[in-house]
């Protein structure tokens, strides 16, 4: 019988997972359906299915959208020839990039420019990397974190630069880090690390959470690269780990003779998941919430589309159908509402149809 829950702090949804799904809630609430975007949003199942469920079309190929459609880049960053061949096709194109992502792609340019060999520390065919390496392919060379630097030799040895995937585990980048500085003494990095503030805070989290729970359990989709490492760095600290996607997933043999539960989630996961989790489990004593930091960081709406829905609350005040002409609202107030909010406001959106007087953001 579980006797507590261990709640980890922080955890779920980052400031760039904030922005990108307020973003597309704001395209869903603004244009008629469908809205295209280029990738799943993030990658999370159940936030990808409200979306689906709201009349967002999720599409691999730029080939997939039509001419004059409303079209979102997904957070995770895409290549520059994605990008020239939406703003083709799209009347209307937000990119919703996580800004620490943008930081790398700025970085491989960069250094690329300026005849570095670049090492990419990331995971072959997740959309960050794929998005980063082409920015610069012909500098750069993959080295996933499990396999290491191996046999890789640059052009020039003292010109080589290491930039990574963010959501990496810490231990793996460090491992791969510390491998090229031996190898290459004047291997340049980042000032500041490319690793997100997130990944590392949810990653120290969960270290404090192995050390003293009977299993931990993660939540979070399969292709969230970040969930996935928040499992393997549980498991370095000597704990039992799974990932769950919610509550359905939990395989009662692993909670046999547990009296401790860990729990977090990955920083696409929305904490409505994380509640349900709890109930599930039925902890006799409660659940005690373990806190490694507090986060405050707000990342704004992307800048086009800031723009556009400044342009429309204009004409709205300039005397169209404004209740409040003057006072601010939901784009002026942006960093007080959050993206769960923001999926609560989706699952009413299939009734618009039955109700189109139901109120918009």
């Not at 957070?75 to 990119?95: Q, W």
């Not at 996580?98 to 060999?117: I, N, Q, S, Y």
């Not at 209740?323 to 107030?333: K, S, V």
Request: proline residues 5%; glycine residues 8%; contains cysteine.
């Amino acid at each position: 019988m579980i006797q507590k829950v261990l709640l980890a702090e922080p955890r779920g949804f980052c400031a760039g997972v904030e922005m990108a799904i307020k973003a597309l809630t704001w395209m869903v609430q603004t244009f008629e359906a469908p809205v295209y975007c280029f990738h799943e949003i993030v990658h999370n199942r159940d936030v990808v299915r409200s979306f689906e469920d709201a009349g967002v079309v999720f599409v691999d190929s730029m080939e997939n959208v039509p001419v004059g459609a409303a079209v979102m880049l997904s957070a995770h960053g895409s290549a520059p020839d994605v990008v020239a061949d939406a703003g083709d096709r799209a009347a209307v194109l937000v990119d919703a990039v996580c800004p620490l992502v943008t930081k790398v792609h700025h970085e491989v340019r960069r250094m690329a420019d300026k005849g570095f060999d670049i090492i990419y520390v990331g995971h072959e065919g997740h959309d960050e990397a794929v998005g980063t390496i082409a920015e610069a392919p012909q500098a750069i060379t993959l080295i996933d974190p499990e396999n290491g630097l191996g046999d890789y030799q640059p052009d020039n040895p003292g010109r080589v630069a290491l930039v990574s995937q963010t959501t990496l585990g810490l231990f793996e980048f460090e491992g791969v880090l510390d491998a090229a500085a031996e190898r290459f003494p004047e291997l340049w990095t980042a000032r500041k690390s490319d690793l997100c503030y997130a990944t590392t805070n949810r990653q120290r989290a969960i270290q404090e959470l192995a050390g003293r729970s009977d299993v931990v359990l993660v939540v979070g989709s399969e292709n969230s690269s970040n969930t996935q490492a928040l499992v393997r760095v549980a498991k370095a600290g000597g704990a039992k780990a799974y990932r769950i996607d919610g509550p359905g997933a939990i395989d009662q043999t692993w909670l046999e003779g547990a009296e401790v539960v860990g729990l977090t989630a990955g920083a696409s996961a929305p904490d409505q998941l994380v509640f349900q989790v709890v109930e599930a489990l039925e902890p006799v004593n409660g659940v005690e919430v373990v806190q490694v930091t507090q986060e405050g960081e707000y990342f704004p709406l992307p800048p086009d589309l800031r723009r556009l829905l400044a342009a429309l609350q204009a004409a709205v005040e300039g005397g169209l159908t404004a209740q409040r002409p003057g006072l601010e609202g939901r784009l002026e107030n942006d960093r007080s509402w959050k993206a769960d909010e923001a999926l609560a406001l989706l699952s009413t959106e299939a009734d618009q149809a039955l109700n189109p007087l139901r109120p918009r953001l």
